[in-house]
Protein backbone atom coordinates (compact mmCIF):
# COMPACT_ATOMS: atom_id res chain seq x y z
CA UNK A 1 0.00 0.00 0.00
CA UNK A 2 2.72 2.07 1.12
CA UNK A 3 4.38 1.60 -2.27
CA UNK A 4 1.64 2.43 -4.21
CA UNK A 5 1.30 5.67 -2.87
CA UNK A 6 5.20 6.29 -3.44
CA UNK A 7 3.88 5.71 -7.05
CA UNK A 8 1.31 7.90 -7.12
CA UNK A 9 2.70 11.07 -6.10
CA UNK A 10 5.90 10.36 -8.59
CA UNK A 11 3.59 10.17 -10.81
CA UNK A 12 1.77 13.26 -9.63
CA UNK A 13 5.37 14.83 -9.67
CA UNK A 14 5.93 14.15 -13.45
CA UNK A 15 2.88 15.61 -14.48
CA UNK A 16 2.80 18.83 -12.47
CA UNK A 17 6.19 19.12 -14.22
CA UNK A 18 4.79 18.97 -17.85
CA UNK A 19 3.60 22.62 -17.86
CA UNK A 20 3.56 25.79 -20.19
CA UNK A 21 5.81 27.28 -17.88
CA UNK A 22 8.26 24.70 -17.81
CA UNK A 23 7.50 25.19 -21.67
CA UNK A 24 8.12 28.62 -21.67
CA UNK A 25 11.31 28.70 -19.65
CA UNK A 26 13.24 26.64 -22.03
CA UNK A 27 13.27 23.77 -20.10
CA UNK A 28 11.04 21.17 -22.55
CA UNK A 29 14.08 19.32 -22.78
CA UNK A 30 14.04 17.92 -19.52
CA UNK A 31 10.52 16.03 -19.50
CA UNK A 32 10.01 13.64 -22.35
CA UNK A 33 6.24 14.43 -22.49
CA UNK A 34 7.45 18.09 -23.17
CA UNK A 35 10.04 17.40 -25.32
CA UNK A 36 7.07 15.15 -27.68
CA UNK A 37 4.78 17.87 -27.54
CA UNK A 38 6.94 20.41 -28.52
CA UNK A 39 8.35 18.29 -31.46
CA UNK A 40 4.80 17.76 -32.33
CA UNK A 41 3.78 21.21 -32.83
CA UNK A 42 6.94 22.04 -34.60
CA UNK A 43 5.86 19.32 -37.14
CA UNK A 44 2.63 20.54 -37.31
CA UNK A 45 3.33 24.17 -37.89
CA UNK A 46 6.19 23.53 -40.48
CA UNK A 47 3.28 21.35 -42.47
CA UNK A 48 1.02 24.44 -42.28
CA UNK A 49 3.64 26.35 -43.26
CA UNK A 50 4.72 24.41 -46.12
CA UNK A 51 0.69 24.29 -47.61
CA UNK A 52 -0.40 27.94 -46.70
CA UNK A 53 -0.53 29.13 -49.97
CA UNK A 54 -1.89 25.48 -51.48
CA UNK A 55 -5.78 24.18 -52.60
CA UNK A 56 -6.44 21.04 -53.06
CA UNK A 57 -8.42 20.33 -56.92
CA UNK A 58 -11.09 17.46 -56.70
CA UNK A 59 -11.52 17.24 -60.67
CA UNK A 60 -13.39 14.32 -62.67
CA UNK A 61 -11.47 12.03 -63.48
CA UNK A 62 -12.86 12.15 -66.95
CA UNK A 63 -11.24 15.72 -66.95
CA UNK A 64 -7.87 14.69 -66.11
CA UNK A 65 -5.18 14.50 -68.77
CA UNK A 66 -1.82 13.31 -67.85
CA UNK A 67 0.93 16.34 -67.63
CA UNK A 68 -1.68 18.70 -67.90
CA UNK A 69 -2.32 20.26 -64.20
CA UNK A 70 -1.00 23.53 -64.72
CA UNK A 71 -3.43 24.25 -67.87
CA UNK A 72 -6.28 23.16 -65.99
CA UNK A 73 -5.34 24.84 -63.13
CA UNK A 74 -5.03 27.63 -64.83
CA UNK A 75 -8.51 27.37 -66.25
CA UNK A 76 -10.02 27.19 -62.94
CA UNK A 77 -7.81 30.20 -61.70
CA UNK A 78 -9.73 32.38 -64.24
CA UNK A 79 -13.35 30.65 -64.08
CA UNK A 80 -12.95 31.37 -60.28
CA UNK A 81 -11.83 34.98 -61.17
CA UNK A 82 -8.19 35.41 -60.70
CA UNK A 83 -5.46 35.81 -62.80
CA UNK A 84 -3.91 33.11 -64.19
CA UNK A 85 -0.35 33.98 -63.03
CA UNK A 86 -0.89 33.72 -60.20
CA UNK A 87 -1.07 29.48 -59.97
CA UNK A 88 2.95 29.28 -59.12
CA UNK A 89 2.58 25.09 -59.59
CA UNK A 90 0.04 22.37 -59.69
CA UNK A 91 1.24 18.28 -59.26
CA UNK A 92 -1.31 15.34 -59.18
CA UNK A 93 -1.17 13.73 -55.55
CA UNK A 94 -3.81 11.03 -56.62
CA UNK A 95 -4.68 9.42 -59.35
CA UNK A 96 -8.13 8.13 -58.82
CA UNK A 97 -10.50 8.88 -55.91
CA UNK A 98 -13.88 8.06 -55.02
CA UNK A 99 -15.63 11.10 -54.04
CA UNK A 100 -19.28 10.76 -52.42
CA UNK A 101 -21.64 12.35 -54.51
CA UNK A 102 -24.91 14.53 -53.29
CA UNK A 103 -25.98 16.06 -56.95
CA UNK A 104 -29.71 15.52 -57.42
CA UNK A 105 -28.84 13.25 -60.78
CA UNK A 106 -26.38 10.97 -58.98
CA UNK A 107 -27.12 10.94 -55.25
CA UNK A 108 -25.77 7.97 -53.42
CA UNK A 109 -23.16 7.21 -56.03
CA UNK A 110 -19.70 7.52 -56.01
CA UNK A 111 -17.46 9.58 -58.84
CA UNK A 112 -13.94 8.72 -59.53
CA UNK A 113 -12.39 12.14 -58.93
CA UNK A 114 -8.31 12.80 -59.41
CA UNK A 115 -6.70 15.28 -56.66
CA UNK A 116 -4.23 17.67 -57.31
CA UNK A 117 -2.67 20.08 -55.35
CA UNK A 118 -2.92 23.96 -56.60
CA UNK A 119 0.05 26.23 -55.18
CA UNK A 120 -0.72 29.85 -55.12
CA UNK A 121 1.52 33.21 -55.75
CA UNK A 122 -0.20 34.21 -52.16
CA UNK A 123 -2.14 33.22 -49.08
CA UNK A 124 -4.34 36.06 -50.41
CA UNK A 125 -4.63 34.28 -53.72
CA UNK A 126 -5.42 30.66 -51.87
CA UNK A 127 -8.17 32.22 -50.03
CA UNK A 128 -9.79 33.81 -53.30
CA UNK A 129 -9.40 30.42 -54.61
CA UNK A 130 -11.52 28.87 -51.75
CA UNK A 131 -13.69 31.82 -51.22
CA UNK A 132 -14.89 32.18 -54.95
CA UNK A 133 -14.82 28.52 -55.81
CA UNK A 134 -18.91 28.03 -55.49
CA UNK A 135 -18.25 30.20 -59.19
CA UNK A 136 -17.58 27.57 -60.79
CA UNK A 137 -20.88 26.12 -60.40
CA UNK A 138 -22.07 28.41 -63.13
CA UNK A 139 -19.56 26.68 -65.41
CA UNK A 140 -21.07 23.56 -67.51
CA UNK A 141 -17.29 22.03 -67.88
CA UNK A 142 -16.18 22.99 -64.38
CA UNK A 143 -19.32 22.17 -61.97
CA UNK A 144 -17.88 18.83 -60.78
CA UNK A 145 -14.95 20.16 -59.70
CA UNK A 146 -14.06 20.94 -56.07
CA UNK A 147 -11.74 23.40 -54.11
CA UNK A 148 -10.34 22.68 -50.73
CA UNK A 149 -7.98 23.95 -48.25
CA UNK A 150 -4.75 22.13 -48.29
CA UNK A 151 -4.90 20.41 -44.83
CA UNK A 152 -2.19 18.68 -43.05
CA UNK A 153 -2.40 15.07 -42.21
CA UNK A 154 -3.73 15.79 -38.49
CA UNK A 155 -6.42 18.70 -39.59
CA UNK A 156 -7.14 15.79 -42.20
CA UNK A 157 -7.71 13.22 -39.09
CA UNK A 158 -10.22 15.56 -37.61
CA UNK A 159 -11.92 17.31 -40.37
CA UNK A 160 -12.83 12.91 -40.87
CA UNK A 161 -14.61 12.76 -37.75
CA UNK A 162 -15.95 16.39 -38.20
CA UNK A 163 -18.14 15.01 -41.32
CA UNK A 164 -18.67 12.09 -39.89
CA UNK A 165 -20.36 13.55 -37.22
CA UNK A 166 -22.09 15.85 -39.68
CA UNK A 167 -23.44 12.75 -41.72
CA UNK A 168 -24.55 11.04 -38.26
CA UNK A 169 -26.68 14.33 -37.53
CA UNK A 170 -28.29 14.98 -40.89
CA UNK A 171 -29.09 11.41 -41.12
CA UNK A 172 -31.71 11.89 -38.18
CA UNK A 173 -33.57 14.36 -40.04
CA UNK A 174 -36.20 13.00 -42.68
CA UNK A 175 -37.19 16.37 -44.80
CA UNK A 176 -34.68 16.98 -48.28
CA UNK A 177 -33.95 19.83 -50.48
CA UNK A 178 -31.67 20.41 -53.02
CA UNK A 179 -29.02 23.34 -51.84
CA UNK A 180 -26.44 24.32 -53.90
CA UNK A 181 -26.76 21.29 -56.30
CA UNK A 182 -26.66 19.13 -53.61
CA UNK A 183 -29.21 16.96 -51.34
CA UNK A 184 -29.34 18.14 -47.73
CA UNK A 185 -31.27 16.27 -45.20
CA UNK A 186 -32.70 18.94 -42.95
CA UNK A 187 -35.59 19.89 -40.22
CA UNK A 188 -38.02 22.45 -40.11
CA UNK A 189 -37.59 24.56 -36.48
CA UNK A 190 -39.52 26.19 -34.43
CA UNK A 191 -38.72 29.53 -36.57
CA UNK A 192 -40.03 27.99 -39.68
CA UNK A 193 -37.17 27.48 -41.30
CA UNK A 194 -35.22 24.51 -42.41
CA UNK A 195 -31.48 23.69 -40.99
CA UNK A 196 -29.24 21.28 -41.68
CA UNK A 197 -25.70 20.72 -39.86
CA UNK A 198 -23.02 22.19 -41.88
CA UNK A 199 -18.98 22.88 -41.57
CA UNK A 200 -17.79 26.90 -41.03
CA UNK A 201 -14.72 27.63 -39.61
CA UNK A 202 -14.29 24.16 -38.48
CA UNK A 203 -17.26 23.60 -36.26
CA UNK A 204 -20.79 22.13 -36.73
CA UNK A 205 -23.33 24.58 -36.91
CA UNK A 206 -27.09 24.97 -37.67
CA UNK A 207 -27.84 26.03 -41.58
CA UNK A 208 -30.59 27.65 -43.07
CA UNK A 209 -31.25 26.41 -45.82
CA UNK A 210 -31.73 28.57 -49.28
CA UNK A 211 -33.48 26.00 -51.64
CA UNK A 212 -32.28 26.24 -55.14
CA UNK A 213 -35.89 26.70 -56.49
CA UNK A 214 -36.80 29.73 -54.62
Known amino acids: MGEM ?122 LDMLGNSKKLRNSEELKGVYINEDLTPSERIAHKKLREEQDRRNNERTATATVNGRIVKMKECDDKKKRFWGIRNGELRLIVSVRDNV
Do not use: Y
Open 5 to 126: KKRSKEVAKENLSFNWANVVAGNAHKNDKAAAMMTTVATELRRKKERAQNVIAAIPVSMFKENEEMILAKKLALAIGAAEAKVKKARCITKKTPVRSETAETAGSNIERVLFVVEMDSVSSK
